[in-house]
């Protein structure tokens, strides 16, 4: 990597981190219910927070119409309004300066050449795929507002695929330039690497699906759940098992808490066959990485969902699903 193409690596790697610290804050406004705080999508006068208690009023009345307030929250005072209203609100402000972390530097870096327009796609996408989060973000708060006091597991699920998705693409970016691509090679264990890739996003989106179903909170026993290997009755709780596999929260956390084991298995036969390879390091780290998710998801489970861990567990899914992408990088384009 030459001087010059520095400040853009920087760039790719401080978006990444960016990426990564949204999720994780994301998580914690979740555990904490306060993401339903703010009822309206401000995307410039939401900067600045209600100023004077006539404002700070006014937003109240406007939670206390919803059902998170009606149902959850109906002896909740102005002063714990404020506390939650203030996470949100950071959440927010935080993804308002990210954004222009994102853009600002692009458009510099556009306009001196330092990447060239017609190698500009995928960087555009990254800004993109910054503002469609924006609005994945409002479109899934909005769906709490409604009837019932709480988001859509799917909203929620497909708002952090796409938080994956731009991870992905800003740290693949970043390693073309600190690796040096020499184009894309299929091997034999490619193949290999993408299935665990993409084993690792399947049971990440089912993470998803937990949090937003609260679904952690089912059991607190493993590896039996009430007191069974395999509750009964997990696929007919809806009239379609396929429902049931992915809105039923039992099911649902019965599949994220076995899954991850699959994804054990598939880090560890990828190893077991890079070994002595030059990529052979990037295998041992995912799959050690895979095993400490996997200690930190029973104990989640075993110490009833406490904050500080679930977070954790949270945090390391993210570096997992990157140690994941840089070793596909390394397999698919390692000379």
């Given at each position: 990597?030459?001087?010059?193409?520095?400040?853009?690596?920087?760039?790719?790697?401080?978006?990444?981190?960016?990426?990564?610290?949204?999720?994780?804050?994301?998580?914690?406004?979740?555990?904490?219910?306060?993401?339903?705080?703010?009822?309206?999508?401000?995307?410039?006068?939401?900067?600045?927070?209600?100023?004077?208690?006539?404002?700070?009023?006014?937003?109240?009345?406007?939670?206390?119409?919803?059902?998170?307030?009606?149902?959850?929250?109906?002896?909740m005072t102005l002063a714990g309004y404020q506390r939650i209203f203030y996470?949100?609100?950071?959440?927010?402000?935080?993804?308002?300066?990210?954004?222009?972390?994102?853009?600002?530097?692009?458009?510099?870096?556009?306009?001196?050449?330092?990447?060239?327009?017609?190698?500009?796609?995928?960087?555009?996408?990254?800004?993109?795929?910054?503002?469609?989060?924006?609005?994945?973000?409002?479109?899934?708060?909005?769906?709490?507002?409604?009837?019932?006091?709480?988001?859509?597991?799917?909203?929620?699920?497909?708002?952090?695929?796409?938080?994956?998705?731009?991870?992905?693409?800003?740290?693949?970016?970043?390693?073309?330039?600190?690796?040096?691509?020499?184009?894309?090679?299929?091997?034999?264990?490619?193949?290999?690497?993408?299935?665990?890739?993409?084993?690792?996003?399947?049971?990440?989106?089912?993470?998803?699906?937990?949090?937003?179903?609260?679904?952690?909170?089912?059991?607190?026993?493993?590896?039996?759940?009430?007191?069974?290997?395999?509750?009964?009755?997990?696929?007919?709780?809806?009239?379609?098992?396929?429902?049931?596999?992915?809105?039923?929260?039992?099911?649902?956390?019965?599949?994220?808490?076995?899954?991850?084991?699959?994804?054990?298995?598939?880090?560890?036969?990828?190893?077991?066959?890079?070994?002595?390879?030059?990529?052979?390091?990037?295998?041992?780290?995912?799959?050690?990485?895979?095993?400490?998710?996997?200690?930190?998801?029973?104990?989640?489970?075993?110490?009833?969902?406490?904050?500080?861990?679930?977070?954790?567990?949270?945090?390391?899914?993210?570096?997992?699903?990157?140690?994941?992408?840089?070793?596909?990088?390394?397999?698919?384009?390692?000379?």
């Open positions: 990597m030459s001087k010059a193409e520095r400040p853009v690596t920087v760039w790719l790697l401080i978006v990444a981190l960016l990426i990564a610290a949204m999720v994780v804050v994301g998580g914690y406004v979740r555990l904490t219910r306060s993401g339903l705080s703010i009822v309206e999508w401000n995307p410039v006068t939401g900067v600045i927070p209600p100023l004077g208690d006539a404002a700070w009023e006014q937003e109240f009345a406007k939670y206390q119409q919803t059902p998170e307030y009606k149902i959850v929250n109906r002896e996470l949100e609100w950071a959440h927010r402000l935080i993804a308002r300066i990210a954004g222009l972390i994102v853009v600002l530097p692009l458009a510099w870096f556009l306009w001196r050449g330092a990447i060239p327009w017609r190698g500009s796609a995928p960087y555009l996408l990254i800004g993109l795929l910054f503002g469609l989060q924006g609005f994945l973000g409002w479109w899934m708060v909005a769906s709490g507002l409604l009837d019932a006091p709480q988001v859509s597991h799917f909203r929620l699920t497909i708002h952090l695929l796409t938080a994956l998705l731009l991870l992905a693409l800003t740290l693949w970016l970043a390693f073309n330039r600190i690796y040096g691509q020499t184009g894309l090679r299929w091997r034999q264990w490619s193949a290999l690497g993408a299935l665990t890739l993409a084993v690792i996003v399947v049971q990440i989106a089912y993470g998803g699906l937990v949090a937003g179903l609260k679904a952690g909170h089912i059991s607190n026993t493993w590896p039996l759940m009430f007191g069974v290997w395999i509750p009964g009755g997990m696929w007919t709780v809806f009239d379609s098992w396929l429902l049931s596999v992915v809105a039923a929260p039992v099911t649902v956390h019965f599949i994220h808490r076995w899954l991850a084991f699959g994804v054990l298995a598939a880090a560890l036969w990828l190893w077991r066959r890079q070994r002595g390879s030059a990529s052979g390091a990037a295998t041992l780290w995912l799959a050690a990485i895979v095993l400490v998710q996997i200690s930190l998801g029973v104990s989640v489970v075993i110490f009833g969902v406490p904050l500080w861990l679930a977070l954790l567990h949270q945090a390391t899914a993210v570096v997992m699903f990157a140690a994941a992408v840089h070793l596909n990088h390394r397999l698919a384009t390692a000379p």
